[in-house]
């Protein structure tokens, strides 16, 4: 999540005794646990998608990769709507739409349906998420902002927690013989409270000196990850056909073209929709290359790991999401350990013992995996998942505020948006990736007898690939600042900007 304006002019709070500004709070709050929740939800019911919808493994990507890469894409671009046009309206555009999208995907009559209703999906989810911190900075006065992100990060930890288990609980009871499509459908309720009670209780805010839109930006990163993923996703099936070679290939040139677009774009009005010269910090430049390639794993790993549990050892959603608990639950604990007491103190040593960390628990899995194949039980992936799940923690909370330490404040909005960006698109190539590093490894047409031994060849096969990112990723820290600075507390400068707020912000996964 992101709110990537780069204004330094606040908008006045509403006044400290209207109590709206708590119903205001719990409503885009509210939104935030329905993003979270809806990109952790739908791993756990990949595979009874696929039974009752029939969808393919490289839908069955685009499903998950598409949602990724609309949010990615539209990110930047719906924060600077909002400023422009106003946080309440396109808040609420944008969770009227989400709402919309969620009752597509729920009856979706087929996969390819469903492919575009999650992309659309997607695309909604980049106009309603970055608005919330930007509301929550026009609606609370700075005294009380401390304990508005003690609140935010609660909600971002049960989101963790409660999507896996929530996904698993909807599909195991197969409500009214709906499948998986509960998973979605339970947006719908929520969905409309929140516009009902968004119209009543959100006050409208504007950037005074918001930027101008980079529509064609936005469409030269689009086409880009499109012409990239889009090969790599259906290359297997298709046996490799040269055209998706000179796709990928093509890739590379409208990337290099975005790049010179952007700097005109930047000579000209000063409004690219990618800040270059914030590559000119080492600690930024770093920063970006270790939140995309740690998207990378978490696409990867995350999608794996679910075919692994339950087409290849045949294990239900329900057993499957409760196995995952232990990781949720060291992930959230790590995060507030690694913010409040480790980084302050051991600054970018807690960032790369979080890498190693998580580099340990993959090679555990690995170890297992091979050791006990089609009979391991969840209780003996529980090690491999803490550890993971700590390394992670210390990672994804404090890579923000290092990341920033460095940026010039003016262009602290940009660069936080930016951040938040590229991870979610290295979500959508690690989501891409997963056709060459795990099913171009197993055969998906064995005997039924032999589909467990293939998936845990496909499984470790993909968990060294994972490794190896990690250990590429805890390179790549020594880059950024030994002691990252401190941002703005809550209660901090009245005057404190939106782009300020977002540095206190972590990332959030899949």
Same mark, same amino acid.
């Given at each position: 999540?992101?709110? %990537?304006?780069?204004?330094?002019?606040?908008?006045?709070?509403?006044?400290?005794?209207?109590?709206?500004?708590?119903?205001?709070?719990? $409503?885009?709050?509210?939104?935030?646990?329905?993003?979270?929740?809806?990109?952790?939800?739908?791993?756990?019911?990949?595979?009874?998608?696929?039974?009752?919808?029939?969808?393919?493994?490289?839908? $069955?990507?685009?499903?998950?990769?598409?949602?990724?890469?609309?949010?990615?894409?539209?990110?930047?671009?719906?924060?600077?709507?909002?400023?422009?046009?106003?946080?309440?309206?396109?808040?609420?555009?944008?969770?009227?739409?989400?709402?919309?999208?969620?009752?597509?995907?729920?009856?979706?009559?087929?996969?390819?349906?469903?492919?575009?209703?999650?992309?659309?999906?997607?695309?909604?989810?980049?106009?309603?998420? %970055?608005?919330?911190?930007?509301?929550?900075?026009?609606?609370?006065?700075?005294?009380?902002?401390?304990?508005?992100?003690?609140?935010?990060?609660?909600?971002?930890?049960?989101?963790?927690?409660?999507?896996?288990?929530?996904?698993?609980?909807?599909?195991?009871?197969?409500?009214?013989?709906?499948?998986?499509?509960?998973?979605?459908?339970?947006?719908?309720?929520?969905?409309?409270?929140?516009?009902?009670?968004?119209?009543?209780?959100?006050?409208?805010?504007?950037?005074?000196?918001?930027?101008?839109?980079?529509?064609?930006?936005?469409?030269?990163?689009?086409?880009?990850?499109?012409?990239?993923?889009?090969?790599?996703?259906?290359?297997?099936?298709?046996?490799?056909?040269?055209?998706?070679?000179?796709?990928?290939?093509?890739?590379?040139?409208?990337?290099?073209?975005?790049?010179?677009?952007?700097?005109?774009?930047?000579?000209?009005?000063?409004? %690219?929709?990618?800040?270059?010269?914030?590559?000119?910090?080492?600690?930024?430049?770093?920063?970006?290359?270790?939140?995309?390639?740690?998207?990378?794993?978490?696409?990867?790993?995350?999608?794996?790991?679910?075919?692994?549990?339950?087409?290849?050892?045949?294990?239900?959603?329900?057993?499957?999401?409760?196995?995952?608990?232990?990781?949720?639950?060291?992930?959230?604990?790590?995060?507030?350990?690694?913010?409040?007491?480790?980084?302050?103190?051991?600054?970018?040593?807690?960032?790369?013992?979080?890498?190693?960390?998580?580099?340990?628990?993959?090679?555990?899995?690995?170890?297992?995996?091979?050791?006990?194949?089609?009979?391991?039980?969840?209780?003996?992936?529980?090690?491999?998942?803490?550890?993971?799940?700590?390394?992670?923690?210390?990672?994804?909370?404090?890579?923000?505020?290092?990341?920033?330490?460095?940026?010039?404040?003016?262009?602290?909005?940009?660069?936080?948006?930016?951040?938040?960006?590229?991870?979610?698109?290295?979500?959508?190539?690690?989501?891409?990736?997963?056709?060459?590093?795990?099913?171009?490894?197993?055969?998906?047409?064995?005997?039924?007898?032999? $589909? %467990?031994?293939?998936?845990?060849?496909?499984?470790?096969?993909?968990?060294?690939?994972?490794?190896?990112?990690?250990?590429?990723?805890?390179?790549?820290?020594?880059?950024?600042?030994?002691?990252?600075?401190?941002?703005?507390?809550?209660?901090?400068?009245?005057?404190?900007?939106?782009?300020?707020?977002?540095?206190?912000?972590?990332?959030?996964?899949?």
């Amino acid at each position: 999540m992101t709110s %990537p304006s780069t204004t330094s002019a606040p908008v006045p709070p509403v006044a400290a005794g209207d109590r709206r500004r708590w119903f205001a709070l719990a $409503i885009v709050m509210t939104a935030a646990f329905m993003d979270l929740v809806d990109v952790t939800i739908v791993n756990i019911a990949i595979p009874s998608i696929q039974r009752d919808a029939g969808a393919t493994f490289s839908q $069955i990507q685009w499903i998950t990769a598409g949602y990724s890469l609309a949010f990615a894409a539209g990110l930047v671009t719906g924060g600077r709507l909002g400023d422009i046009h106003g946080r309440k309206r396109i808040f609420l555009i944008g969770i009227t739409g989400f709402t919309v999208a969620s009752a597509l995907c729920g009856f979706a009559a087929n996969p390819e349906m469903l492919v575009a209703s999650r992309i659309l999906q997607g695309g909604m989810a980049a106009l309603m998420v %970055p608005q919330v911190l930007s509301i929550v900075h026009a609606t609370f006065p700075a005294h009380e902002r401390g304990k508005v992100f003690g609140l935010f990060g609660m909600i971002v930890g049960l989101g963790a927690v409660s999507g896996p288990l929530l996904g698993a609980l909807l599909t195991e009871w197969n409500i009214f013989g709906l499948e998986w499509r509960p998973i979605f459908l339970i947006n719908l309720p929520v969905g409309i409270a929140g516009i009902i009670l968004g119209r009543k209780f959100i006050s409208e805010s504007k950037a005074p000196r918001a930027l101008k839109l980079d529509l064609v930006g936005v469409v030269l990163v689009t086409a880009g990850l499109l012409m990239l993923l889009y090969p790599l996703t259906r290359g297997r099936e298709l046996g490799w056909p040269v055209w998706g070679y000179v796709m990928m290939a093509g890739s590379l040139v409208v990337f290099g073209a975005l790049i010179a677009y952007e700097k005109w774009k930047a000579a000209k009005d000063g409004s %690219p929709l990618v800040e270059l010269s914030l590559f000119k910090v080492k600690s930024f430049a770093a920063g970006i290359a270790v939140q995309t390639v740690f998207g990378v794993t978490l696409g990867i790993f995350f999608l794996v790991w679910t075919l692994y549990m339950q087409v290849g050892l045949g294990w239900s959603a329900l057993r499957a999401g409760l196995t995952g608990v232990p990781f949720s639950i060291a992930v959230s604990a790590a995060a507030g350990i690694s913010v409040q007491k480790l980084v302050p103190r051991f600054g970018r040593k807690v960032l790369q013992a979080g890498a190693l960390a998580m580099a340990s628990g993959v090679l555990i899995y690995i170890w297992e995996a091979g050791r006990y194949g089609a009979d391991i039980a969840p209780w003996q992936m529980a090690l491999p998942l803490v550890v993971m799940g700590v390394g992670m923690g210390l990672i994804v909370a404090p890579l923000t505020d290092a990341v920033l330490s460095d940026v010039p404040q003016e262009h602290a909005g940009s660069a936080s948006g930016l951040i938040n960006t590229v991870q979610q698109m290295g979500t959508a190539l690690g989501l891409g990736l997963v056709s060459v590093v795990f099913f171009g490894v197993i055969d998906e047409h064995v005997r039924p007898d032999r $589909i %467990p031994a293939e998936f845990v060849d496909g499984f470790q096969n993909a968990l060294w690939w994972v490794a190896g990112v990690l250990a590429v990723i805890f390179l790549v820290m020594f880059a950024l600042p030994a002691k990252p600075k401190q941002h703005i507390e809550g209660g901090g400068d009245q005057d404190a900007s939106d782009a300020d707020l977002v540095a206190k912000e972590p990332a959030l996964t899949p």
